[in-house]
Each structure stands twice: as structure tokens, then as C-alpha cells.
């Protein structure tokens, strides 16, 4: 069994289509984030909630607007894309509360390529 | 702000060689300090975590790190690389403020050769 998934795992779209990513884990984590890796590699994260609330907000545009549903979902969100939007996108959770200790899971990626 | 640097974004080392990847972090706080793999278009994977106590930290697939207070430092190493060994590893920080903000060095790539 998955304990992180996302989908989709590719996704290739026009500039300035909107477009969804959705992540579900299955692990009974509270937690759950986004990360953002560029071309070089580079992680940062970018959005983190806990127990459906949103906890960490990375001074990202507000084009990207992140919802869950449940404990076990986070979903992404991107309107209007760009071209500096193709990367790929990690999801991630963590278990009960907010210690800084608790090992972060993550799901496969997806990569997103916009045209 | 916290910070992490790896030395040397490639590594390259014969099978059956030690492995060292750097890390040094910079914290105002008691730093948790972790490395994670991540194989080719695959998630990552932790590898170890450095929280208290012990500073010598065990991790999977034979690696081991240091915490070096006085240095800043959390080296990755390992005695004897394998070909599966091959990957990028990130070193990572909490962040300021706690809620489990992790804050990622550039990675390094290891390749391992016959």
C-alpha cells in the first residue's frame, strides 16, 4: 500500500491553463505539505497544514492555493501557469502534532511541465 | 534563519570506497538535523535524524552521521559504497518557529563506479 500518493504523476499543460495536483495519504497523519523542486534540485517548501488548517505559508503567489478537504487529502491548486511554475511538486506528511522531529513522508512527485 | 550548505552538489567514489557527503547547517536554535535520498524520479526517503542525545546518529542502508556542535556540522558518511548507493541526498534543518518547517540544502549527487 501507498502511504503517500499523488497524482497525476506527470502533467504537461499550456500557459495559463489551470491545473490540479492531488496528494492522499494513508499513514493517519495530522500533517501534511507541499514542496516545490526546481530544475536544479533545489527543495522549499511551500505550504504546510495541519489537521485541515493551514499552518505554513511560504510567500508563495497567491496563484497556488492549496485545500484539504480531510486530514488525509491535500490538494494544489495553480491558476493562470507559467512558465517558471514547471518543476516538480512533492507532497509530504508527518505524524501527530507539530514536533519538529516527526519524520516527513513523501509521495513520488509530480513533475509539471508548462508550455 | 536557518540555513544548510552541502559541499560539493557531485560526488563521485569507486565501489567498495568510503563515502563522505558534507553538511553544515547554520541554527540560532538547537538544530534537528536529518538526510534524505532520493533515488531517480522517485520521492525521498530519510535516511537519519539527529535530534538529542547521541550525537553519533545510525541511519539505514549503512549510513551514519555525526552532529558536530562546534563545527555546524552533520557529514553523511558510509565505509563502503554500493552501486544502489547512487542518488541525490539532501541534507535538511528545521526551520525557525517549529511546525516542522524543513529547510533543504541544494543535494548532492552521488555516483558510485566498478
Known amino acids: 500500500d501507498t502511504a503517500v500518493s499523488q497524482t497525476p504523476k506527470y502533467l504537461v499543460t499550456q500557459m495559463g491553463n489551470d491545473k490540479s495536483i492531488k496528494c492522499e495519504q494513508n499513514l493517519g497523519h495530522d500533517t501534511m505539505y507541499w514542496y516545490k523542486q526546481d530544475s536544479k534540485k533545489f527543495l522549499k517548501i511551500m505550504f504546510s497544514y495541519n489537521n485541515k488548517e493551514l499552518i505554513i505559508n511560504e510567500t508563495v503567489p497567491n496563484r497556488f492555493s492549496p485545500k484539504s478537504p480531510d486530514k488525509a487529502h491535500l490538494n494544489l491548486h495553480i491558476n493562470s501557469l507559467e512558465l517558471g511554475d514547471s518543476a516538480v511538486y512533492f507532497c509530504a506528511s508527518s505524524g501527530a502534532g507539530l514536533d519538529p522531529y516527526n519524520e516527513q513522508f513523501f509521495g513520488p512527485g509530480t513533475r509539471l511541465t508548462v508550455l | 534563519a536557518q540555513s544548510v550548505t552541502q559541499l560539493g552538489s557531485h560526488v563521485s567514489v569507486s565501489e567498495g570506497a568510503l563515502v563522505l557527503l558534507r553538511c553544515n547547517y547554520s541554527s540560532s536554535v538547537p538544530p534537528y538535523l536529518f538526510w534524505y535520498v532520493q533515488y531517480p524520479n522517485q520521492g525521498l526517503q530519510l535516511l537519519l535524524k539527529y535530534t538529542t542525545g547521541a550525537t553519533l546518529v545510525k541511519g539505514i542502508n549503512g549510513f551514519e552521521a555525526e552532529f558536530k556542535k562546534s563545527e555546524t556540522s552533520f557529514h553523511l558518511t558510509k565505509p563502503s559504497a554500493h552501486m544502489s548507493d547512487a542518488a541525490e541526498y539532501f541534507c535538511?534543518?528545521?526551520?525557525?518557529?517549529?511546525?516542522?518547517?524543513?529547510?533543504f540544502g541544494a543535494g548532492t549527487r552521488l555516483a558510485v563506479h566498478p
Open positions: 535538511a534543518v528545521t526551520g525557525s518557529g517549529g511546525y516542522n518547517k524543513l529547510i
